[in-house]
């Protein structure tokens, strides 16, 4: 299921990363890498705040949606 499913406060894997190559290029540059955590600070209509290792990260719901858990 996407991230944007996550509720705030909970701890997920990732799963699988889609989407064109830059993109998940991108995303594993910021941390999201398969096998990682990721906890959902907090969400507003589909946007998230992640806490990825030290960082927290903010995603629109659009990338979100190609984080899979």
Same mark, same amino acid.
């Given at each position: $299921?996407?991230?944007? $499913? #996550?509720?705030?406060? /909970?701890? +997920?894997?990732?799963?699988?990363?889609?989407?064109?190559? /830059? /993109?998940?290029?991108?995303?594993? /540059?910021?941390?999201?890498?398969?096998?990682?955590?990721?906890? +959902?600070?907090?969400?507003?209509?589909? @946007?998230?705040?992640?806490?990825?290792?030290?960082?927290?990260? #903010?995603?629109?719901?659009?990338? #979100? @949606?190609?984080? $899979?858990?």
């Amino acid at each position: $299921m996407p991230l944007t $499913m #996550a509720r705030p406060g /909970e701890t +997920v894997t990732i799963r699988k990363v889609t989407g064109k190559r /830059e /993109e998940r290029q991108h995303l594993t /540059e910021l941390g999201f890498v398969v096998d990682g955590t990721v906890t +959902v600070v907090s969400e507003i209509a589909g @946007n998230l705040i992640l806490q990825v290792k030290d960082s927290r990260i #903010a995603l629109d719901k659009k990338i #979100a @949606n190609r984080i $899979m858990i």
